[in-house]
Every structure is written in structure tokens, then in C-alpha cells.
């Protein structure tokens, strides 16, 4: 089963790509390629957490552009993402973990004028790296991988970004 390609022309997160229930299925074909004028690094990165989770709730206290997350036993460390959402809707987005102070909080980047004090709920997601290539002019930068057991999610995450493109494809291998 061939999930939808992704493709980023700026730094960021594409949506996850979620491989389907195939019978047997333990292994996903994955493929980034850069477009021939790219100057970019991409990653592709992995979770085993769903992004079907259902939301926790949460707490949250803002200030000098950094936003604290209060969730009990959250289990994250830094580099590792949430998807948040706010009552006042300040804080909804994808936020990497900056710092773990505790078991109970986690700090992320929020640059902005926003609220001190929120509350709201949060999707946590561990996260692996897969590959991680700098592409720079022509020919294309590409490699390819083969996962051997079954993550909940992949994504293409692009940092360092001046031109071009990055695209994560991915191929579900049948069950046997």
C-alpha cells in the first residue's frame, strides 16, 4: 500500500503519514528525495505513539517566550513533539520539547504575545530519527530505507531550509 507523498518547501513538519492495518504487515519502504535546486536538511522521523491518541488534558503558563506544560508521568524528553491545543486558542499548534524540568512538565519555544495562564489538551509523540541528509544543487539527494517493524506514524521534518524542495514517500509492505 503506497501512502500519500509528502513534500515541504520550507522548514517544518509535514502531516503524518499513518501506514493502514495491513494483515502481517511489519515493514515500510521510505524515500526522501530533494528537488534538484534544494539547499535543505530533512529528516524522517518516526513514532510508535498514534496519532489517533486520544488528547490528555493539560495545563499551561507562559512567559519570556518560553511555554510550560503541565502533564502528569508525560514520559517525553527534549526533541520530542506535541500537538497542542488552548482554550483561547494561543498555544494550538506542533511544538518540540525544549526541556523536561520534570517529570510532570515539559518547555517548549512560544515566541509571541500570548496569554501568562491556559489550559487545554496535548498529543505526545516520541519520537525517532530514520535518516537525516543535506541536499544541496543537482542531482537529487535520496535515500532509501526499510523499517523493519511497523511505526504508528512518519513525517518529513525540515530544518536549515533556502530553497527547494524535500518529499517522504512511503510504501506499506504487504503481510506475508
Known sequence: MRLTPQTLSAAGDSPWMVPGPMLLSNAVSLALTYSVNANLTAQVQYTYDSPAQTP?????????????????????????????????????????VASVPTVNTFTCAAVGAFVANDTGTARTYKLFTHATVTGTGAPPAKIDGL????????????????????????QQVAGY
Open 147 to 170: 523499517l523493519g517493524a511497523l511505526a504508528a506514524a512518519f513525517r518529513l521534518h525540515v530544518t536549515g531550509y533556502t530553497a527547494g524542495s524535500a518529499t517522504l514517500s512511503a
Open 56 to 96: 490528555q488534558a493539560v495545563t499551561y503558563a507562559w512567559a519570556a517566550n518560553v511555554l510550560t506544560v503541565t502533564l502528569a508521568n508525560h514520559g517525553l524528553n527534549v526533541g520530542d513533539t506535541a500537538d497542542l491545543t488552548s482554550v483561547s486558542g494561543n498555544f494550538t499548534g506542533n511544538y518540540d
